[in-house]
C-alpha cells in the first residue's frame, strides 16, 4: 500500500487517540476535583481548573509540536495537475 | 452604549483600509493558473503562516469573541472546562483530516469540499446533496455572524443596527468576490494577529487593573462560590454536556467543509506541519484568554446590559483609549474573517458544485468569474435579508448549523479519505443517517437527548454506524476507483 497514505492513516489514528486520552484526562480530573467538592485556589487559579486545564493544555502543546514537527511524516508530494476541475 | 469616540472609529477605518489593502495585494499576486482554481483555492500555493492564521481565523468567529465571553461573564470559571477541548484542535484539525486531505486535492484536482467526495464515489447525487447542505447551513450561519458584527458596532461605534448588518455585508462581500480564497486567506491572516493581540493586550490590562489572579478569585467568590466551580451557577455544565462539548469543539470545527477547504489550498507537507506546530501555539494563548475576558470583566462590569457586551465592556474597561479602538477591532476581526471564509465556501458550492459539474460542457472563464461575483453578492444578499429581521433562536440556529454540518460530514469524510471498503451508498447512509438523526433528537429533546448529551454525539454515532453497514453491506467501489485513492505501491 502507497507509503504516504499508510503513514497518513497512522498519524490519523495517533491524532483520534491523544484526542480520547486528553478528553478521560480533562473531564475526569475535573469531576474528580470539583462538581460539588471543595474548590480552593492555586495562585489564583481554581485546582480542578489547574490540574484538569491548564496542566493538561501545556501537555498538548508539547505533544502538538512533537507530533507537528517530528511525527507527521514529509512525504513525496504528487505532481500537480495542469489546470484542476475548471476552466482555464 | 459603552463608547463612541473619535479614537475608535479612527482605529476601525484604519482597521477596515489594511484588510483592503492585503485584499489588494492579494488580487496583483494572482496566479495564472485557471480561474476556479485560483479563485477557490489560490493556485494550491498557500504557505504555512498564511494556512495556519486563515485555518484558525475561519475556526474564531462572532460566537467565539461575543459569545464565548459573555459565556464566561455568566457562568465563570465552568466555561473554560467548556471549551477546552480546543487544546488539541490543532493535532485533530491537521492530523486527522490535513495531510491527506491536501494530497487527495493535488492528486484529484479536488477544489471544493464536496468535489472530495464527489470524486472519491464518483456520485454526482453526493456532490449535490453535500453543495445543497453547505448552502443552507452556511447561510444561516451567516445570518449569525452579520447580527453579531452588527451589534458589536452598535455597542461600541452607536451605528444603527441595520446600517451595521449592511456595511458588514458589502464589505465582505466586496473583497471576497475580488480576491477570492487568495485575498480571503490573507486578511484572515491579517485579522487573525489582529485578534490575537486584541485579546491579549486586553487580558494584561485587566489582570494589571485588578490586581492578579488571587484578586479575580476573590471577587468571584464574593459575588458567588459557583463561579469558581463546576457545574458552574444554574447547573450549566454537567458532566454529560462536559463530554458532549469536549468532542463538539475538538471534531465539529476541524470537520466543518469551511476548514477542511483550507487544506485544499495547502502548498505541501511540510506548510502544513509547521501551520499545525504555530496554531497550536496560537490556540494556548487565545482562548484561554478570551474566557478569562469574559470571567474578569463579571469583576469589573458585573452589570451589563446584555452579557453579549462582556468582551466590549471589559475592554473599555481596562485598555487605555489611545488604544482601545485596535483592540476593539479583534472581534471584528473574528466576525469578519468568518464570514469571508463562509461566504468564499457557500459560493463555491453553487458555482463549482451545483451548477459546472452539473453542465455538460465546459464553462467559460468569464463566464465563471461573473457566475462567482454574482453568487458571492447573491448569498451575502440573501443572508443580509434574513439578518435584517434577526430570529429570536439565533443562538440555537448557530449551534445547530455547526453541529449538523459535523455530525453529517464528519465520518462520511474521514472514512471516506481512509477507508478503501467505503462505498458510495456508505456515503449517502452516512450523511442522511447524521443529519436525519441529529434532526430528530434536536426537533424530540432539544440540546439535551439520551443520557444528557447533545444529539451531536448520538448522530456521529449513527453516521459512523450507517457507513460502516450500508458500505459492509452493499458492493464496493470499482477496482480503478480503489487504486486512484489508495494505490498499492
Same mark, same amino acid.
Given at each position: 500500500?502507497?507509503?504516504?497514505?499508510?503513514?497518513?492513516?497512522?498519524?490519523?489514528?495517533?491524532?483520534?487517540?491523544?484526542?480520547?486520552?486528553?478528553?478521560?484526562?480533562?473531564?475526569?480530573?475535573?469531576?474528580?476535583?470539583?462538581?460539588?467538592?471543595?474548590?480552593?485556589?492555586?495562585?489564583?487559579?481554581?485546582?480542578?481548573?489547574?490540574?484538569?486545564?491548564?496542566?493538561?493544555?501545556?501537555?498538548?502543546?508539547?505533544?502538538?509540536?512533537?507530533?507537528?514537527?517530528?511525527?507527521?511524516?514529509?512525504?513525496?508530494?504528487?505532481?500537480?495537475?495542469?489546470?484542476?476541475?475548471?476552466?482555464? | 452604549?459603552?463608547?463612541?469616540?473619535?479614537?475608535?472609529?479612527?482605529?476601525? +477605518?484604519?482597521?477596515?483600509?489594511?484588510?483592503?489593502?492585503?485584499?489588494?495585494? +492579494?488580487?496583483?499576486? &494572482?496566479?495564472?493558473?485557471?480561474?476556479?482554481?485560483?479563485?477557490?483555492?489560490?493556485?494550491?500555493?498557500?504557505?504555512?503562516?498564511?494556512?495556519?492564521?486563515?485555518?484558525?481565523?475561519?475556526?474564531?468567529?462572532?460566537?467565539?469573541?461575543? %459569545? &464565548?465571553?459573555?459565556?464566561?461573564?455568566?457562568?465563570?470559571?465552568?466555561?473554560?472546562?467548556?471549551?477546552?477541548?480546543?487544546?488539541?484542535?490543532?493535532?485533530?484539525?491537521?492530523?486527522?483530516?490535513?495531510?491527506?486531505?491536501?494530497?487527495?486535492?493535488?492528486?484529484?484536482?479536488?477544489?471544493?469540499?464536496?468535489?472530495?467526495?464527489?470524486?472519491?464515489?464518483?456520485?454526482?447525487?453526493?456532490?449535490?446533496?453535500?453543495?445543497?447542505?453547505?448552502?443552507?447551513?452556511?447561510?444561516?450561519?451567516?445570518?449569525?455572524?452579520?447580527?453579531?458584527?452588527?451589534?458589536?458596532?452598535?455597542?461600541?461605534?452607536?451605528?444603527?443596527?441595520?446600517?451595521?448588518?449592511?456595511?458588514?455585508?458589502?464589505?465582505?462581500?466586496?473583497?471576497?468576490?475580488?480576491?477570492?480564497?487568495?485575498?480571503? +486567506?490573507?486578511?484572515?491572516?491579517? !485579522?487573525?494577529?489582529?485578534?490575537?493581540?486584541?485579546?491579549?493586550?486586553?487580558?494584561?490590562?485587566?489582570?494589571?487593573?485588578?490586581?492578579?489572579?488571587?484578586?479575580?478569585?476573590?471577587?468571584?467568590?464574593?459575588?458567588?462560590?459557583?463561579?469558581?466551580?463546576?457545574?458552574?451557577? !444554574?447547573?450549566?455544565?454537567?458532566?454529560?454536556?462536559?463530554? $458532549?462539548?469536549?468532542?463538539?469543539?475538538? =471534531?465539529?470545527?476541524?470537520?466543518?467543509? $469551511?476548514?477542511?477547504?483550507?487544506?485544499?489550498?495547502?502548498?505541501?507537507?511540510?506548510? =502544513?506541519?509547521?501551520?499545525?506546530?504555530?496554531?497550536?501555539?496560537?490556540?494556548?494563548?487565545?482562548?484561554?484568554?478570551?474566557?478569562?475576558?469574559?470571567?474578569?470583566?463579571?469583576?469589573?462590569?458585573?452589570?451589563?446590559?446584555?452579557?453579549?457586551?462582556?468582551?466590549?465592556?471589559?475592554?473599555?474597561?481596562?485598555?487605555?483609549?489611545?488604544?482601545?479602538?485596535?483592540?476593539?477591532?479583534?472581534?471584528?476581526?473574528?466576525?469578519? &474573517?468568518?464570514?469571508?471564509?463562509?461566504?468564499?465556501?457557500?459560493?463555491?458550492?453553487?458555482?463549482?458544485?451545483?451548477?459546472?459539474?452539473?453542465?455538460? %460542457?465546459?464553462?467559460?472563464?468569464?463566464?465563471?468569474?461573473?457566475?462567482?461575483?454574482?453568487?458571492?453578492?447573491?448569498?451575502?444578499?440573501?443572508?443580509?435579508?434574513?439578518?435584517?429581521?434577526?430570529?429570536?433562536?439565533?443562538?440555537?440556529?448557530?449551534?445547530?448549523?455547526?453541529?449538523?454540518?459535523?455530525?453529517?460530514?464528519?465520518?462520511?469524510?474521514?472514512?471516506?479519505?481512509?477507508?478503501?471498503?467505503?462505498?458510495?451508498?456508505?456515503?449517502?447512509? #452516512?450523511?442522511?443517517?447524521?443529519?436525519?438523526?441529529?434532526?430528530?433528537?434536536?426537533?424530540?429533546?432539544?440540546?439535551? $437527548?439520551?443520557? #444528557?448529551?447533545?444529539?451531536?454525539?448520538?448522530?456521529?454515532?449513527?453516521?459512523?454506524?450507517?457507513?460502516?453497514?450500508?458500505?459492509?453491506?452493499?458492493?464496493?467501489?470499482?477496482?480503478?476507483?480503489?487504486?486512484?485513492?489508495?494505490?498499492?505501491?
Amino acid at each position: 500500500m502507497e507509503h504516504s497514505y499508510r503513514n497518513s492513516r497512522r498519524e490519523a489514528i495517533v491524532a483520534g487517540i491523544i484526542t480520547i486520552v486528553t478528553c478521560i484526562w480533562v473531564v475526569g480530573t475535573c469531576a474528580a476535583l470539583s462538581y460539588g467538592q471543595p474548590v480552593y485556589s492555586i495562585g489564583g487559579i481554581p485546582n480542578w481548573a489547574l490540574w484538569g486545564i491548564f496542566v493538561p493544555w501545556v501537555a498538548c502543546l508539547v505533544t502538538n509540536i512533537w507530533y507537528s514537527l517530528i511525527y507527521i511524516r514529509d512525504d513525496d508530494e504528487p505532481e500537480k495537475p495542469p489546470s484542476a476541475g475548471g476552466p482555464t | 452604549m459603552y463608547a463612541a469616540n473619535t479614537q475608535v472609529w479612527f482605529a476601525f +477605518a484604519l482597521y477596515l483600509a489594511a484588510t483592503f489593502y492585503f485584499a489588494y495585494l +492579494a488580487h496583483r499576486k &494572482s496566479s495564472k493558473t485557471g480561474f476556479m482554481e485560483d479563485f477557490f483555492v489560490a493556485g494550491r500555493s498557500i504557505g504555512p503562516w498564511v494556512l495556519g492564521l486563515t485555518w484558525i481565523a475561519t475556526a474564531a468567529s462572532g460566537g467565539t469573541f461575543i %459569545g &464565548s465571553p459573555a459565556l464566561g461573564h455568566t457562568f465563570g470559571w465552568s466555561v473554560m472546562l467548556w471549551i477546552c477541548s480546543y487544546m488539541v484542535v490543532a493535532t485533530t484539525g491537521f492530523g486527522l483530516f490535513g495531510k491527506r486531505v491536501a494530497e487527495l486535492g493535488r492528486r484529484t484536482g479536488a477544489l471544493t469540499f464536496p468535489d472530495l467526495l464527489r470524486d472519491r464515489f464518483e456520485s454526482q447525487a453526493i456532490g449535490t446533496v453535500s453543495g445543497v447542505a453547505i448552502i443552507i447551513l452556511y447561510i444561516a450561519y451567516l445570518v449569525a455572524q452579520y447580527v453579531a458584527g452588527a451589534r458589536v458596532i452598535e455597542a461600541v461605534l452607536g451605528v444603527p443596527y441595520h446600517w451595521g448588518v449592511v456595511g458588514f455585508a458589502l464589505t465582505v462581500s466586496i473583497y471576497t468576490a475580488y480576491g477570492g480564497f487568495r485575498a480571503v +486567506a490573507w486578511t484572515d491572516a491579517f !485579522q487573525a494577529v489582529v485578534m490575537l493581540i486584541g485579546v491579549l493586550v486586553t487580558a494584561f490590562f485587566a489582570i494589571r487593573k485588578l490586581g492578579g489572579l488571587q484578586a479575580i478569585y476573590d471577587g468571584l467568590q464574593a459575588q458567588s462560590p459557583e463561579l469558581l466551580s463546576t457545574p458552574g451557577p !444554574q447547573e450549566f455544565l454537567p458532566v454529560p454536556t462536559a463530554i $458532549s462539548f469536549f468532542f463538539v469543539w475538538a =471534531l465539529a470545527g476541524p470537520a466543518q467543509p $469551511s476548514t477542511i477547504t483550507r487544506f485544499l489550498a495547502c502548498r505541501d507537507t511540510k506548510a =502544513l506541519k509547521r501551520a499545525c506546530f504555530l496554531i497550536g501555539i496560537y490556540i494556548a494563548l487565545l482562548y484561554p484568554c478570551v474566557i478569562g475576558i469574559g470571567i474578569m470583566g463579571r469583576v469589573l462590569v458585573p452589570e451589563l446590559e446584555t452579557p453579549d457586551h462582556a468582551t466590549a465592556a471589559t475592554i473599555l474597561a481596562v485598555v487605555p483609549p489611545v488604544i482601545a479602538g485596535f483592540v476593539l477591532a479583534a472581534p471584528m476581526a473574528a466576525i469578519m &474573517s468568518t464570514i469571508s471564509s463562509f461566504l468564499l465556501v457557500t459560493s463555491s458550492a453553487l458555482v463549482r458544485d451545483l451548477y459546472e459539474r452539473n453542465l455538460p %460542457g465546459p464553462l467559460s472563464e468569464k463566464r465563471a468569474r461573473s457566475l462567482t461575483t454574482l453568487a458571492t453578492f447573491g448569498v451575502a444578499g440573501l443572508a443580509l435579508l434574513f439578518a435584517l429581521d434577526p430570529p429570536d433562536f439565533l443562538q440555537f440556529i448557530v449551534v445547530f448549523a455547526g453541529t449538523g454540518l459535523a455530525a453529517t460530514f464528519f465520518f462520511p469524510t474521514l472514512l471516506g479519505i481512509y477507508w478503501p471498503r467505503m462505498n458510495k451508498a456508505g456515503c449517502m447512509a #452516512g450523511i442522511i443517517g447524521g443529519f436525519g438523526s441529529f434532526l430528530l433528537q434536536y426537533l424530540a429533546f432539544g440540546t439535551k $437527548s439520551f443520557g #444528557g448529551f447533545d444529539p451531536f454525539i448520538w448522530s456521529m454515532l449513527v453516521s459512523l454506524v450507517a457507513v460502516v453497514g450500508i458500505s459492509y453491506g452493499t458492493p464496493p467501489g470499482s477496482e480503478d476507483l480503489r487504486e486512484r485513492y489508495f494505490p498499492t505501491n
